[in-house]
């Protein structure tokens, strides 16, 4: 399998998995205590993974401004140091958050406050662009989203931004952001087991880098998840919001673990971890994705890197997993 990918038709060159980096941004909240983040994280093993990450050969990092509220871009900002030119940085923006109290306050979709938030991540970031900024709203109006997309535009003609994106699991919002010249990707949910034909057809056809979010479904498809197994409070899988799947009050949902079970065969082929066989099956189901697996440790660095050695699953697992799944 070819280990690099293109971002869309941008020309800027990624590895073929890149790294996410919601976990190390360690602890914040919503605004009523609901946890948004994965814990508490060691800021030193951060900066050590992120770097372990860079020597096996990943050169792409996605974050957000709220990650965190502000941390995960100053860790991540940290960590790359001097080697800042040799990474593709992806953040995002439209979440409002407190910094001092770590909070979510809200949302802005304005012109301006983009311009403020760009600013801000350059700041904590440490650095002058942008690789590629993606609208974090995932159901923004869309013509407020044209707006946004043409103010990308001039965020590049400005040196700021490299190219822009959209966080959206709508192909139909997607399609709005992809009418513009540096648009690069959709950034959408895909795994295993929550397949997302519409948008892999959608980068098909408009040339669009496929990035994949929960890419392990939120941790159920590394085969450490067992049923009435606790979470941490500070867990967003301890409280799952509305919108987190295979995951109830008290852990994993037992009808998810089934499923993974049932894959296990499939996916630790040719040595693999579950994990590592959960980015093979991306990998084979487009050629434009790239999963955005996150990490906590050196060692779960290197577990996801290592998927990159052994590739893409074969178009005959591929049917064997939507055979076992009755898809």
Known sequence: METKRTLGRTGIGVSALGFGCWA???????ADGQPLGWGKVDDEESVRAVRRALDLGVIFFDT??????????????????????????????GNVFDEDTRTLTGADDTPEYARRALTASLRRLDTDHIDLYQLHLSDADP???????????????????????WSTDDPARAAVFARGEHCAAVQHMANVLQDAPEMFALCEE?????????????????????????????????????WLQGFEDGGADPRWLARVDAL????????????????????????????????????????????????????????????????
């Open 24 to 30: 190390i941004g360690g602890e914040w909240q919503a």
């Open 64 to 93: 957000a401004d709220t990650y965190g509220a502000g941390h995960s871009e100053r860790v991540l900002g940290r960590a790359l140091g001097k080697r800042r030119a040799d990474v593709v940085v992806a953040t995002k923006w």
């Open 143 to 165: 013509a407020r989203a044209a707006e946004l997309r043409d103010l990308c535009e001039e965020f590049v003609r400005e040196g700021l931004i490299r190219a822009y994106a």
């Open 206 to 242: 408009l040339g669009l880098a496929s990035i994949n979010r929960s890419p392990l479904a939120m941790g159920l498809l590394t085969g450490g998840r067992r049923s009435g197994q606790a979470l941490e409070a500070g867990d967003i899988r301890s409280r799952p919001p509305e």
């Open 264 to 327: 296990k065969d499939v996916l630790t082929s040719g040595g693999r971890t579950l994990g590592q066989g959960a980015l093979a099956w991306l990998w084979a189901r487009s050629p434009h994705a790239v999963p955005i697996p996150g990490f906590r440790s050196v060692a779960q660095a290197e577990q996801n890197a290592g998927a990159l050695e052994r590739g893409a699953l074969t178009s005959e697992q591929l049917a064997e997993v939507d055979r076992i799944l009755e898809r």
